[in-house]
């Protein structure tokens, strides 16, 4: 049996892994001559640059995924901890650490709220249940059909989330200081969303984050994907590069392999596209409705991101550090509802030399700066790219030089690169030059995000940032697993024991575990339908009641209400 991945992404890497270890045998499809996609690395008169991700968040996660692969992480990647997650820089020079150390956060957090570090604890409470609940209802499970979503365990659970509040206006209900909401809001923007229309329950990224903590490996986050890669060829997958796809040959209701832009043509039994989803379904797959419904579809705000050589070590940065907008609420009005890049932006600055030497010669820093901005399209009116561009280099620019001290931060960079909203679409296929993919919106996960099999192509499945569970390095190995675990389900195919299960001696039959279920008979099928029945019926209201408050800010300008007076 062979299967053939369309992409070198972080998820088709896994599942190309994944596969293999089963016996299948994998060839992998990239256009470009590197892998990771937009978690790959650029390097320029000897500095190193993670293109894209930075943050390793969520390690249990990876930790999983090469324990299913029979391996044991830390034998192949060097992990480092953050001592400190970020500095948090405001308008007017002050600035806030977090970190995962409680007795330096209630020293911070207290600095701008008295008391807001009983609160920080009440929030991180809420914050943990929404980690646990998302991982295990979200993340293990794959939503095939609309009958696994709507049950009454799961509207419970939706309340206990909070899908129907905002990040914002959660973080209202925990802290008065304006600043303090911020610094716990931000975060949306890993997701590329507002704070201010993502679901409350992506709090759980401060957890992670505050609990966990941030983690680097060494040598840039992609030595994760080169990796996963070698684990791959050890079981025999083929991986070939430059190689890009043309389309996706069908036949009826089966793919049958994949056409090189060469003219090449890859014959398979099974597909799997770890290509950005709309992009596949726009240029690579023959045209249908479904696809150009995708085109209506929320995207993730785009970036422009700079890439700088320093010529010495800058005080007052960390290896994380954010950079917020004054007018806070406006500046992600002008990315997500004007397309534009904002008056005031807030920015990312990563300085990977601060905790991995090898990122930049001796006594220097390499540095990443990523502006958030809409994505590519005229909807809003004409976007000047390169207007847009030298004012976010400008502004940059002037804000670290002032809020650092120091007289012309731009004199001290002596090597530059690039990646605009136009670069994301044209290297890695980004339609739009969305980075992220599809938004999370409340009808954009779970059962109505795409799913990991196409609905009509029998063989062709999917596997990234747009399909099921959603976006994010971790979230995707987590789709990975999903995807590679529908393959080897539809194909009778046994997956091999985890490293920790043969260790353990818990290792189950593989003929016994992976059984195809008995048959059912008509009764069997009605008795075990009526809860679910009973369910749909119910829950037809409360998703009737979700839609309409997901739609009503579309309509009506609503205002975000705190819980607790606003301090400044």
């Given at each position: 049996?062979?299967?053939?991945?369309?992409?070198?992404?972080?998820?088709?890497?896994?599942?190309?892994?994944?596969?293999?270890?089963?016996?299948?045998?994998?060839?992998?499809?990239?256009?470009?001559?590197f892998n990771g996609g937009r978690c790959s690395l650029l390097y320029q008169d000897?500095?190193?640059?993670?293109?894209?991700?930075?943050?390793?968040?969520?390690?249990?996660?990876?930790?999983?995924?090469?324990?299913?692969?029979?391996?044991?992480?830390?034998?192949?990647?060097?992990?480092?901890?953050?001592?400190?997650?970020?500095?948090?820089?405001?308008?007017?020079?002050?600035?806030?650490?977090?970190?995962?150390?409680?007795t330096r956060m209630r020293e911070q957090l207290e600095r701008f709220e008295p008391?807001?570090?009983?609160?920080?604890?009440?929030?991180?409470?809420?914050?943990?249940?929404?980690?646990?609940?998302?991982?295990?209802?979200?993340?293990?499970?794959?939503?095939?059909?609309?009958?696994?979503?709507?049950?009454?365990?799961?509207?419970?659970?939706?309340?206990?989330?909070?899908?129907?509040?905002?990040?914002?206006?959660?973080?209202?209900?925990?802290?008065?200081?304006?600043?303090?909401?911020?610094?716990?809001?931000?975060?949306?923007?890993?997701?590329?969303?507002?704070?201010?229309?993502?679901?409350?329950?992506?709090?759980?990224?401060?957890?992670?984050?505050?609990?966990?903590?941030?983690?680097?490996?060494?040598?840039?986050?992609?030595?994760?994907?080169?990796?996963?890669?070698?684990?791959?060829?050890?079981?025999?997958?083929?991986?070939?590069?430059?190689?890009?796809?043309?389309?996706?040959?069908?036949?009826?209701?089966?793919?049958?392999?994949?056409?090189?832009?060469d003219g090449t043509f890859v014959e398979a039994d099974i597909v799997i596209c770890?290509?950005?989803?709309?992009?596949?379904?726009?240029?690579?797959?023959?045209?249908?409705?479904?696809?150009?419904?995708?085109?209506?579809?929320?995207?993730?705000?785009?970036?422009?991101?700079?890439?700088?050589?320093?010529?010495?070590?800058?005080?007052?940065?960390?290896?994380?550090?954010?950079?917020?907008?004054?007018?806070?609420?406006?500046?992600?009005?002008?990315?997500?509802?004007?397309?534009?890049?904002?008056?005031?932006?807030?920015?990312?600055?990563?300085?990977?030399?601060?905790?991995?030497?090898?990122?930049?010669?001796?006594?220097?820093?390499?540095?990443?700066?990523?502006?958030?901005?809409?994505?590519?399209?005229?909807?809003?009116?004409?976007?000047?790219?390169?207007?847009?561009?030298?004012?976010?280099?400008?502004?940059?620019?002037?804000?670290?030089?002032?809020?650092?001290?120091?007289?012309?931060?731009?004199?001290?960079?002596?090597?530059?690169?690039?990646?605009?909203?136009?670069?994301?679409?044209?290297?890695?296929?980004?339609?739009?030059?969305?980075?992220?993919?599809?938004?999370?919106?409340?009808?954009?996960?779970?059962?109505?995000?795409?799913?990991?099999?196409?609905?009509?192509?029998?063989?062709?499945?999917?596997?990234?940032?747009?399909?099921?569970?959603?976006?994010?390095?971790?979230?995707?190995?987590?789709?990975?697993?999903?995807?590679?675990?529908?393959?080897?389900?539809?194909?009778?195919?046994?997956?091999?024991?985890?490293?920790?299960?043969?260790?353990?001696?818990?290792?189950?039959?593989?003929?016994?575990?992976?059984?195809?279920?008995?048959?059912?008979?008509?009764?069997?099928?009605?008795?075990?339908?009526?809860?679910?029945?009973?369910?749909?019926?119910?829950?037809?209201?409360?998703?009737?009641?979700?839609?309409?408050?997901?739609?009503?800010?579309?309509?009506?300008?609503?205002?975000?209400?705190?819980?607790?007076?606003?301090?400044?």
């Amino acid at each position: 049996m062979k299967a053939v991945i369309v992409g070198c992404g972080v998820g088709g890497v896994a599942t190309a892994a994944r596969l293999a270890r089963a016996g299948i045998q994998v060839i992998v499809l990239e256009k470009n001559d590197f892998n990771g996609g937009r978690c790959s690395l650029l390097y320029q008169d000897g500095y190193r640059f993670d293109r894209g991700p930075s943050f390793y968040l969520m390690p249990k996660t990876f930790e999983e995924t090469f324990d299913d692969l029979g391996e044991d992480i830390h034998e192949w990647i060097d992990l480092r901890k953050c001592p400190t997650n970020y500095i948090v820089h405001y308008h007017d020079g002050k600035t806030l650490e977090l970190s995962t150390d409680l007795t330096r956060m209630r020293e911070q957090l207290e600095r701008f709220e008295p008391g807001s570090f009983e609160h920080y604890l009440r929030f991180m409470k809420e914050a943990h249940i929404h980690y646990d609940m998302s991982v295990n209802m979200v993340l293990k499970n794959n939503f095939e059909t609309i009958w696994q979503l709507l049950t009454l365990n799961n509207l419970v659970k939706a309340f206990k989330l909070h899908v129907l509040n905002k990040v914002y206006s959660r973080a209202c209900k925990y802290f008065r200081s304006d600043r303090l909401r911020r610094a716990f809001t931000f975060q949306s923007m890993y997701m590329g969303m507002s704070p201010f229309d993502a679901p409350a329950t992506y709090n759980l990224l401060q957890y992670t984050e505050l609990a966990e903590g941030i983690w680097y490996p060494i040598g840039g986050f992609n030595t994760v994907v080169q990796s996963l890669e070698k684990i791959a060829k050890k079981h025999g997958a083929d991986f070939r590069y430059n190689s890009e796809v043309k389309r996706i040959v069908t036949e009826g209701k089966v793919t049958k392999g994949c056409e090189l832009t060469d003219g090449t043509f890859v014959e398979a039994d099974i597909v799997i596209c770890n290509a950005d989803l709309l992009y596949a379904y726009n240029e690579l797959l023959p045209e249908s409705s479904y696809g150009k419904s995708l085109d209506k579809k929320n995207l993730t705000s785009s970036s422009i991101s700079f890439y700088w050589g320093l010529d010495r070590k800058v005080e007052g940065l960390n290896a994380h550090n954010i950079f917020l907008a004054e007018h806070y609420r406006e500046s992600f009005d002008d990315i997500f509802k004007k397309l534009s890049l904002p008056k005031d932006p807030s920015f990312y600055v990563n300085v990977p030399s601060r905790i991995d030497k090898t990122a930049a010669p001796d006594g220097k820093d390499a540095v990443v700066v990523l502006v958030p901005v809409g994505w590519i399209s005229d909807a809003k009116g004409p976007q000047d790219w390169p207007l847009m561009i030298a004012r976010a280099r400008a502004f940059v620019l002037e804000t670290l030089s002032r809020q650092l001290g120091i007289e012309d931060f731009g004199s001290l960079i002596t090597t530059e690169r690039v990646s605009t909203p136009h670069d994301w679409a044209a290297d890695f296929n980004l339609y739009k030059g969305a980075i992220l993919g599809l938004s999370h919106d409340i009808l954009q996960v779970l059962w109505f995000r795409p799913g990991t099999k196409h609905a009509t192509l029998k063989n062709l499945y999917f596997v990234g940032a747009s399909t099921q569970p959603g976006t994010g390095v971790p979230i995707v190995m987590c789709g990975a697993k999903l995807t590679a675990t529908q393959i080897l389900r539809d194909y009778k195919v046994a997956a091999p024991p985890s490293r920790s299960a043969v260790e353990s001696g818990q290792v189950a039959s593989p003929n016994e575990k992976h059984l195809p279920p008995p048959q059912l008979s008509a009764l069997d099928i009605l008795r075990e339908r009526q809860s679910t029945l009973a369910n749909f019926f119910f829950l037809l209201v409360i998703l009737a009641f979700i839609t309409s408050a997901s739609l009503l800010p579309r309509f009506v300008d609503l205002p975000q209400v705190g819980f607790l007076p606003r301090l400044k």
